[in-house]
């Protein structure tokens, strides 16, 4: 999950992601929807719909042969830039990139089942080769494969998976413990069945979310405290383990000769370099000009600017270094800058839209970021769970029942963001944002918005770098035109996470994503009670009855026809709320690399895979010599 332009700790992919995109991817990217079937099945699926059959050998979009070696050197996607521990999975501290979460445990845990990146939500068995939906669905059982092994050769029990779940419930980060919260509890059977027991009416994720946590050794962590923020690596039991690494500055992983499930359907193909390093930079400028010194291999730039106008150098015009576009089939997610409702000045849904109506994309886009962008309106931009037209029937018969407590734009076309000219002297929308302020009560009293206590209107950005500064600066003028006293507090990225956390902010650039079948995450983002908690992804703090309402009725759709009508009506209040300012948003990565590595014909979906697909040219490599 970061931020384009703006950097991002969410990207559902916090505390170690891109890709919460997110990551955390990231979102929680990888949650998805449960069988229906009663049978035993080597996969799971949201809507019951598998792409490979149970005899598959590899996924589409690997190169089985892939030859393994070489090593791949890049910057983190989280814009975390320090590390001080190796446990993504807790609130505390700063976890190294590719240590956990969920997007990337992949590195390091194994999980029961792992995400085919080329089907919008299905899984196919890891540490269990199949697994069994109860008919009532309150229960799922899955079955280990008895070869399964942690790093040092112990094996990995169905004690391990009940302990793992204990400790997320009770220690881990509060977003697993909100995700968590209808799975009652998992119980062995024997040593290589597990089952887990669940609650509640919204049944059809909890499978398929369960397959997917990691999975811990619970030897190690009876030995080693869970919670302490420390460097000394996990006993882990995925394709990689912790190699070099000097805190803040760089960490590597290094591929398992040894790791049990390498030659898997599920495995084949990927995970081909022998070393994946992560470079620590404080400023992505710094890291650009790192990268043209082949200090390290491959960057995904986020900068419309650098991307555009910085990559002119001879290694470029040599293909040396190779630019590319990939597509993005994933939801876009939601970027923009969310205003803390925690505060009262934000009270007021005119004042929130006051801001988006102050806030000029067209200029911005044109001026800053050479017209690479498409503004975002929708929580869901980008797939076909946005909200577009008015509302259907069936969108109706969600939102009828709220009807005397919803803005009356909901039920016509959602809300959509102003359009200026962009020549960033565009009155029309500038009147309309002074309108809604003296209708909210703040009038102009010698230059100077005020309300009746005589209290001035003054807002706060928290930014954290220079990138974020000259998106901001801009608009803080505008604001101030309307007599807004906007200021800008740039910290370190350390203290702006924690503040975050902690919701002590005003308005702050973020960015997350869900996955293309949202599921229990989803209450990490809009839900009341996770307004309540730290860390939670609903920074604006949302606390409407109809949106917890509407959430239920995503998690409950027992099709896709379902899940589309739901996530359209709750699209409607969201949007309908002003939680947000909304900014923009680009279906495609832009990856910068030195030219030594190859990739497979067939890029996933649903995600660029160039760490776990891509493998090391030894060819290549040659000619470029060095």
């Known amino acids: ?56 050998k590899h996924f589409d979009y690997v190169n089985p042969n892939a030859p393994k070696g070489g090593r791949l050197a890049t910057m983190p996607t989280s814009s975390i830039n320090t590390f001080n521990h190796f446990n993504a999975f807790i609130l505390r ?6 240590s956990g979460g969920p997007y990337d445990s992949g590195f390091l845990f194994d999980s029961l089942m792992v995400r085919a990146m080329d089907e919008p939500d299905a899984v196919y068995g890891l540490v269990a080769h199949s697994a069994e939906v109860a008919d009532d669905k309150l229960s799922a059982t899955f079955y280990l494969r008895p070869e399964a ?12 998976v009940v302990f793992t779940l204990d400790k997320l419930k009770k220690d881990g980060h509060p977003r697993y413990q909100m995700m968590l919260r209808d799975v009652v509890s998992a119980t062995a059977v024997d040593p290589h069945t597990v089952r887990y027991t669940f609650k509640g009416d919204n049944l059809r994720d909890l499978p398929l979310m369960v397959a997917q946590l990691p999975i811990f050794s619970k030897a190690f962590y009876t030995a080693n405290d869970f919670l302490k923020e420390s460097l000394d690596p996990p006993l882990s039991s995925g394709p990689y383990e912790v190699g070099e690494f000097r805190q803040g500055t760089f960490v590597s992983y290094n591929r398992r000769k040894d790791y049990w499930a390498a030659d898997l359907p599920v495995n084949r193909g990927r995970y081909n370099f022998d070393t994946i390093r992560f470079e620590y930079y404080r400023d992505r400028a710094v890291g650009l000009e790192a990268f043209k010194a082949r200090a390290y291999d491959l960057r995904e730039e986020f900068t419309s600017k650098s991307w555009a106008t910085e990559y002119d150098v001879p290694a470029v015009r040599e293909g040396k270094i190779v630019k590319l576009t990939l ?21 007021d849904s005119r004042v929130r839209k006051a801001l988006d109506y102050a806030f000029d994309f067209e200029w911005t886009n044109k001026a800053l970021f050479f017209g690479l962008y498409t503004r975002t309106a929708s929580y869901f931009e980008n797939s076909d769970l946005k909200a577009e037209g008015k509302p259907s029937d069936a969108e109706l018969a969600l939102l009828e029942p709220f009807r005397d407590k919803l803005p009356p734009e909901v039920f016509g076309e959602p809300y959509t963001p102003p359009v200026t000219d962009g020549s960033g002297r565009f009155r029309p929308s500038i009147r309309e944002a002074s309108r809604l302020l003296d209708e909210a ?8 918005r005020k309300n ?45 996470q924690e503040r975050i956390r902690r919701y002590d902010f005003e308005i702050s650039a973020q960015r997350y994503s869900l996955s293309q079948t949202p599921g229990p995450e989803v209450r990490a983002f809009w839900n009341s009670e996770a307004g309540k908690e730290d860390g939670s992804y609903n920074l604006s703090g949302i606390a409407d009855p109809a949106v917890d309402a509407l959430i239920d009725k995503v998690l409950a759709a027992k099709s896709r026809d379902e899940l589309r009508t739901a996530c359209r009506a709750l699209d409607r209040v969201l949007r309908a709320g002003h939680y947000w300012v909304p900014q923009w948003y680009k279906a495609a990565h832009n990856i910068a690399m030195w030219d030594k590595f190859a990739r497979p014909a067939v890029k996933p979906a649903y995600d660029p895979a160039i760490l776990d697909t891509w493998w090391y040219d030894a060819d290549k490599a040659a000619k470029l010599g060095g």
């Open 327 to 347: 597509p993005d089939g994933r939801p876009s997610g939601a970027q923009g800058f969310f205003l803390n409702m925690r505060r009262e000045k934000f009270a």
């Open 1 to 56: 999950m970061r931020t384009y332009e703006a950097r991002s700790k969410f990207y559902a992919r916090r505390g170690g992601s891109t890709l919460l995109s997110a990551l955390f991817a990231t979102s929680m990217l990888l949650l998805a929807g449960s069988a229906y079937a009663a049978e035993r099945t080597h996969g799971l699926s949201s809507f019951g719909t598998l792409k490979y059959p149970a005899e598959f």
């Open 441 to 448: 009560g703040w009038k102009l009293d010698g230059g100077v």
């Open 452 to 496: 009746a206590k005589g209290e001035t209107l003054d807002i706060e950005f928290l930014i954290d770098d220079p990138v974020t500064e000259r998106i901001v600066g801009p608009y803080a003028g505008r604001l101030s035109d309307l007599g807004v006293k906007a200021t800008l507090r740039r910290v370190d990225p350390t203290q702006e």
């Open 93 to 98: 501290g700063d976890a190294a990139f590719g």
């Open 149 to 160: 092994r942690f790093r040092d050769g112990t094996p990995l029990t169905a004690d391990d």
